[in-house]
């Protein structure tokens, strides 16, 4: 039983909110504790039928008009609040102080930009790793898929009852390969729909996650004489995986990519 | 830079976060006409303090200012809604374990939208704010800490409560009592 655990800290892991550590603590627990997936459940499930279910409001016709056309009233009493500091003198010295800024700026997108390509880097090797481990296990042994079927319209209902996202799949046939199912794994610290394809004796598998980052091109890899490529597009992660020639791979790879609309 | 180019950029910067914009205010004000109106007051203001923005994550600042331009309207017209919330009062019940058969219950059943929306908006305002900010706009703690101008830790408790309020909203009142599982069943499958 788990009466010691923080609630926080269950929705905040839902949220994707707590560091490293103390997420892998949580995973750890969770594995062993049934209690605890319940309740890590139970948030999912109320989180997925509030984000797909409640209105949003969106701005009538006519106010951006209403707001834009409008001159800038002219200032009054300056905003009580502690942020926003305002006096008229302020952001003409602001404008005046620009050039100095941008550069400072700049330097530290630089700085920052290439720490965060190196930790990318790093991730996505680890990230590779998890997907030639995933794959080789799924292959080796009896469990390539949890729903067998070339039936998109039975997988990917499937899939999304299952996941907190609906992956897109496309017709029987990709690229030449045959898909062939859909199974439910763990990737990245996450739980992502694995989509099976077969093209003759080789076996093609497609990881997809939602991924908050923006959109990036398909990068392909070789590592340990699989085929890799992995791409985000549409606020979707997808990691292919296959044994098959570099030709056929990139085909594959492009017919999968297709799927969500031309680029 | 002239106040022409200046307004065009404040456009440029402002104008794609107006969809979220209407929406916290409407659902902070429940009235269209409402949050109309604290929308527009909001974007002059925002405007006239344009030059204290320092160019990172327009979407908060801008979110900030709606926010605050919300609880002032509703402090001068409806000030009987804005009760204090105690953060500390540890005996709210918060997630309690759910009952075995509850996730099922959930994912059974879809809920129609009048329900979560009246669900949403019967949530006391300190938790709507949080809890809406949080579901309907993305957005990270650190920023919903900086648009409801309250420590990460606040965050983390009223969104907590939220979800809490949420599902008894949600979730039938008449469920059975904590009770015995037979193992079959705790361990997730179903014989």
Known sequence: ?263 | MSDEQNRQRFEMLALPHLDAAFNIARWLTRNDDDARDVVQDAFVRAMRYFGGFRGDNARAWLLQIVRHTCFTWLRENRSAELTTIDDDDESFPELQAPAADEPQAVVQRRFERAEIDRAIASLPIAFREVFVLRELEDLSYTDIARIADVPIGTVMSRLSRARALMRRALVPVNRPALRTVPKSIRNGERA
């Not at chain 1, 010691?4 to 062993?32: C, G, N, W, Y």
């Not at chain 1, 502690?82 to 006096?87: D, L």
């Not at chain 1, 080796?140 to 899939?159: F, N, Q, R």
């Not at chain 1, 991924?211 to 091109?217: E, I, L, N, P």
């Open chain 1, 1 to 263: 039983m788990t009466a010691d655990h923080d609630p926080r800290e269950i929705h905040a892991f839902v949220d994707d909110e707590l560091d490293l550590k103390t997420r892998l603590e949580m995973e750890s627990r969770l594995e062993a504790d049934a209690d605890l997936r319940a309740q890590v459940d139970s948030v999912r499930r109320l989180r997925q039928a509030v984000r797909e279910g409640a209105s949003y409001h969106v701005a009538p016709a006519g106010l951006a008009a209403a707001i834009f056309d409008k001159p800038p009233a002219p200032a009054t009493k300056p905003e009580p609040s502690r942020r926003e500091p305002s006096h008229p003198g302020r952001w003409l010295s602001w404008f005046a102080w620009r050039p100095v800024m941008a550069t400072a700026f700049a330097a530290v997108l630089v700085a920052s930009g290439a720490q965060y390509v190196l930790l990318q880097a790093r991730q996505e090797g680890a990230l590779a790793d998890e997907v030639i481990a995933s794959h080789v296990r799924s292959t080796l042994g009896d469990h390539l898929v949890d729903i067998a079927s070339s039936d998109h319209h039975v997988v990917k209902p499937w899939l999304s009852s299952k996941l907190d996202f609906s992956p897109p799949i496309g017709d029987e046939m990709v690229g030449g390969a045959k898909f062939v199912g859909g199974r439910l794994d763990y990737l990245g610290q996450r739980p992502v729909a694995a989509l099976v394809y077969r093209a003759g004796g080789h076996v093609a598998e497609v990881f997809v996650w939602p991924d908050k980052g923006a959109d990036r091109k398909v990068q392909y890899r070789d590592d340990r004489g699989f085929q890799i490529a992995h791409w985000s597009r549409n606020g979707m992660a997808h990691w292919v995986i296959s044994d098959v020639s570099r030709e056929a791979f990139v085909g594959f790879v492009e017919a999968v990519a297709a799927v969500e609309g031309p680029r």
